[in-house]
């Protein structure tokens, strides 16, 4: 069974670019869950999408913004990029409630 | 929101030796994971433990959702088991994260 996969893998931007990263769930999964770490900041929560709706945000700025389409794959778009989104990107599938699994990432470098 | 603090925040052990990592949370929660994050960044999912104990070869985690904290047990370390343990939880909102522990297991 595939995990959850991640594209890209990497990612260089400018600053003020735009920035599109993909992720497809666990087959069977309908939730996606999408978190930043930046260095020396920690894994913070950004979105997560159960049905094709956003549940619940977290504390970033709205030049990020995703969606989740009826297949429950995901995109995550971060806007007028700057400096400090440079990151790596982790996306997790679940369940509605349950255990979580992440992929492998997508790092962002912004120039 | 739920506070998550993990200690200790770096560990160095000598290959063989055993070690307990420890996550303190702040509320009751319904999920508690352990992760292992391996130096390309993917997170390892290591334990799905909301409450009792449970093994995996030479890891072990118990949570005691009463008193709020969990411990991770690694024995007989290995330089494969480097790399940093993040416990995450959650109550009904995604899951917070905690610092981590930086742990190098050397020869």
């Known amino acids: 069974e595939a995990g959850v996969t991640q594209s890209p893998t990497h990612l260089i931007k400018t600053r003020g670019q735009q920035a599109t990263l993909r992720c497809s769930p666990i087959s069977g999964h309908t939730s996606v869950y999408w978190y930043q770490q930046a260095l020396g900041l920690g894994l913070q929560f950004l979105l997560w999408y159960d049905e094709g709706e956003e549940r619940n945000r977290g504390n970033f700025p709205p030049r990020f913004s995703g969606r989740q389409f009826p297949n429950y794959s995901s995109e995550l778009n971060v806007n007028s990029l700057e400096l400090e989104d440079s990151a790596l990107y982790l996306c997790?599938?679940?369940?509605?409630?349950?255990?979580?699994?992440f992929g492998e990432g997508s790092r962002l470098t912004v120039l | 929101g739920i506070q998550v603090e993990q200690s200790p925040p770096d560990l160095i052990l000598q290959e063989g030796a055993n070690s307990t990592l420890r996550c303190n949370f702040s509320d009751s929660v319904n999920n508690l994971q352990w992760f292992h994050q391996n130096p390309w960044g993917q997170l390892i999912n290591l334990f799905y433990?909301?409450?009792g104990t449970k093994q995996n070869g030479r890891l072990s985690a118990t949570t005691v959702a009463t008193e709020r904290y969990s411990l991770l047990y690694i024995s007989s370390s290995q330089t494969t088991d480097s790399g940093v343990y993040f416990c995450a939880v959650s109550g009904n909102t995604p899951l917070v994260f905690g610092k981590g522990t930086r742990l190098s297991v050397i020869a």
């Open positions: 997790a599938s679940s369940l509605y409630v349950g255990e979580l699994f």
């Open positions: 433990i909301p409450s």
